[in-house]
Every structure is written in C-alpha cells, then in structure tokens.
C-alpha cells in the first residue's frame, strides 16, 4: 500500500523537481518494496505450513512449489513477486515521471495481487470476479489513502532546523491536492466496503453481526474508518485552511503540530484497521455458515493440492 500510495501521491501533487526535496521518496519506495518482497515471501511459507499442518521451520520445499505454482493463490504470488522486483529495480529513478508511473503501477498490480489471497476469491463464475474487483477497487483506494499519510506525515514531520518556507509551501499544496483524491478513494472504499461486506456477511446476518467475531472485527473497522473520516474532514476543512493563514504570517509552528498530530492519529488509525482484516481474513465470513467464524484450516497435502485447484 505504501509502495504504491506513496508513487502515486508523488505523480499527482509533486512536480518533478520538487520530488527530490519533498522528501527521501527513492528511499521510501526501495524501502517498502523491500520489505513486500520480504513479507510476500513469508506469507508463502506460513500459507504452506498452515495447510500442510507443520510448522514455517518444517515445511517441505515440495509443499511450498506446490503452493507457489498452483492456479489462483500462487499465480497472484508470481505475479507479485515480479512487480515488487520491476519495483525495486526502477525505485532508485523514481525522482523522473517515467520511472515513478513504473513504480505505480508495479505497485498497484502487487497490492491487487493481494485479492487473491483473502476473501475476494472464494465465491467463482461472474459473482466471483465481481467481488474480486470490488476487493482489488478497495485495497487501491486504501493504497492511495494509506500511501498519502504516509507522504503528508512525512512532509509535516521535518526538523525544524530543515524546514524552510518553500518547504512549507510544498506541503500545503500536497495537503491540498490532496482533497479530491482523497474524496475519490473514500468514494471508492465506501461502495466496495459495502459491496463486499454485503456478499461476505449476507442480508440475513446483520442483525447478528455482533455475535461472530468476525462481526466484531468489522464493526471494529467501522469505528476506525468513522474516526479517520472525522479527521479527514477536519484536515481540510479546518487544519489546512489554519496552515495556509499561518504561511502568511510566517508563524507556522502551531498549525503544523496540529495536523502533524491528526495525521499521526489517522495513521495510526489505518494501521489498526489493517491489523483488524488480516485477523479477519483468517475467519470464516458469516455467509460462509459459520456463526463462530473459526479458523479455516486444512490437514494436509492431499486437502492442500484439492483446495487450491478448486
């Protein structure tokens, strides 16, 4: 998410020559390609040993290639690997408009790649590349939410011994540019959010959400998602428009702390919600039949080569 958050808030509010100031974005970008690889490879191990029912250190190479060539999961994970490689390779020109649109796109076919592993892909024919495209609409925007955090945080996070005025400036325009992406990607988070939730939890559910504990964490979300909106609406109705007064009268310090503050708030936020729909991912939805919504596991290779081929 950051990798390709990060590159697209760059291509849409920075010019190039302020790409190299802003702040380590080449950095950033190798970085978080980086650890995708580092994380993409881990989640292959721990997803053959979950299903083959060993432990990470035990798991057989067999079981691994089995998982890493099958259709669906393991073709998502070649494709991921490959774009967080192209990614890495290309980061360190990042600071040039070519480069840094190959970064994000390479970033966003790994963050979509990740529909695959969840959710997303359990249902088939037309009603299951629906809600695949409604899961890979959602980690987009909150690639594109989550990526410009981080941006925004780290503009307003400067030292003040390195901050200048024409620093200042270029974080009130990337602030401000980005209102209308960011009212694009909650657009888009909000219907996929519902879409999504709609085939997972099912209109017969609602009134039991609560009861499962996958009901739980997605009214958790809900919670976490309401506050960051708040915040948001306050970041640009009333923390921007104080920063910008504040440029005119050269006295800045104040507003900056205070969406310094709210974006590390926000930040946080998103975190949390993250760690909630992996938790999450791990449950079975209550469409699924399983009020308790338990861990999915399988027992073995034999249940391994079956589910992964369907």
Request: overall charge positive; hydrophobic content about 55%; charged content about 10%.
């Amino acid at each position: 998410m950051v990798l390709f958050g990060l590159a697209s808030f760059a291509l849409y509010t920075l010019p190039g020559h302020e790409r190299r100031s802003a702040f380590a974005l080449r950095v950033w970008l190798s970085g978080s390609a980086g650890v995708g690889l580092l994380l993409s490879a881990a989640l292959l191990v721990l997803m053959a040993a979950g299903m083959a029912g060993t432990t990470p250190l035990g798991v057989d190479r067999e079981t691994i290639t089995m998982v890493a060539t099958a259709p669906g999961v393991g073709a998502a994970f070649m494709v991921r690997m490959s774009a967080l490689v192209l990614a890495l390779l290309v980061a360190r020109r990042a600071a040039s408009t070519v480069p840094l649109v190959v970064v994000a796109v390479a970033g966003g076919v790994a963050l979509g790649s990740l529909a695959w592993n969840g959710h997303g892909a359990m249902n088939e024919g037309i009603a299951g590349w629906t809600q695949l495209g409604a899961v890979i609409a959602h980690l987009l925007a909150a690639g594109i939410w989550i990526g410009a955090l981080v941006a925004l945080l780290l503009l307003v996070a400067r030292r003040a011994t390195r901050t200048t005025r024409a620093h200042l400036i270029i974080s009130h325009r990337a602030l401000h540019g980005f209102s209308s992406a960011g009212t694009l990607a909650v657009g888009v988070l909000v219907v996929s959010g519902l879409f999504s939730s709609w085939v997972l939890v099912g209109p017969d559910n609602l009134d039991s959400l609560g009861a499962s504990l996958y009901g739980q964490l997605l009214l958790a979300k809900l919670a976490l998602f309401g506050l960051m909106l708040v915040l948001a609406g306050l970041n640009r109705l009333h923390l921007t428009p104080a920063f910008a007064g504040a440029l005119n009268t050269g006295d800045t310090r104040r507003s900056v702390g205070a969406l310094r503050r709210s974006l590390a708030i926000e930040t946080l936020c998103a975190l949390a919600i993250l760690g909630l729909i992996s938790w999450a991912g791990t449950l079975a939805p209550p469409a699924s039949g399983d009020p308790e919504a338990q861990p999915q596991k399988v027992a073995g290779p034999v249940e391994l080569l079956g589910k992964l081929n369907g």
